[in-house]
């Protein structure tokens, strides 16, 4: 049963960055591509970006300047980093498990809710 | 940028059918996903690759795809249906990921 778990710091002051960490069990993470996505709250899902093979990754244009997301592949986890925070960067993130060649996403970490504020 | 749209929201009385569209250019050449969100919870899959039912999903829930438009279908309806559905796909080349805007869906 393939399992993931976000972990991280729930509150982040403006202009810092945010980091947090997905803890990926019962599959190999090389075997996927992986997500990251962001709900603010009351509204729709906005997606982050993706990791693929190789080290490959692709993100969001509105947010591409600001994210970071790497794989450790020793740990089976992967990682988001979103510099220079704002009060609209408050959502809950989600991890998550990509289908390869037809990008659907099968498997959804619980989310953790991070807050921007001074 | 690639964008995908829904109805925001979609009324339906019990044991009715409600159906949620979502269209996008690129759904010529990419497959549809469908989520269902209840407050407080994460997305969970209902529907994958515009038809396909996963595992432990009522055969209530059903999916179409037509040109640049695919369809959700509750076929009828219950209380515990009610809930946020939001379709996904990519853009052409599978650059970039994309959701549609989230339809609420109300039992009335």
């Known amino acids: 049963q393939v399992q993931l778990q976000e972990s991280g710091p729930t509150l982040a002051k403006p202009s810092e960055t945010l980091s947090l960490t997905c803890t990926v069990s019962g599959v190999s993470i090389n075997s996927y591509y992986w997500t990251w996505i962001r709900q603010p709250p009351g509204k729709g899902l906005e997606w982050i970006g993706y990791h693929y093979y190789s080290g490959n990754t692709n993100y969001n244009p509105s947010l591409k300047s600001r994210v970071t997301i790497l794989v450790d592949t020793s740990k089976n986890q992967f990682s988001l980093t979103l510099s220079s925070v704002t009060a609209a960067d408050t959502a809950v993130y989600y991890c998550?498990?990509?289908?390869?060649?037809?990008?659907?996403?099968?498997?959804w970490g619980q989310g953790t809710t991070v807050t921007v504020s001074s | 940028s690639y964008e995908l749209t829904q109805p925001p929201s979609v009324s339906v009385s019990p044991r009715q059918t409600a159906s949620i569209t979502c269209s996008g250019d690129a759904l010529r050449k990419q497959f549809a996903y469908w989520y269902q969100q209840k407050p407080g919870q994460a997305p969970m899959l209902v529907i994958y690759k515009d038809t396909e039912r996963p595992s432990g999903i009522p055969e209530r829930f059903s999916g179409s795809s037509s040109g640049t438009t695919v369809t959700f279908t509750i076929s009828g309806v219950q209380a515990e249906d009610e809930a946020d559905y939001y379709c996904?796909?990519?853009?052409?080349?599978?650059?970039?990921?994309?959701f549609g805007g989230g339809t609420k869906l109300t039992v009335l």
């Open positions: 996904q796909s990519a853009d052409s080349t599978g650059t970039y990921l994309v």
């Open positions: 998550a498990r990509v289908e390869p060649d037809t990008y659907g996403i099968d498997v």
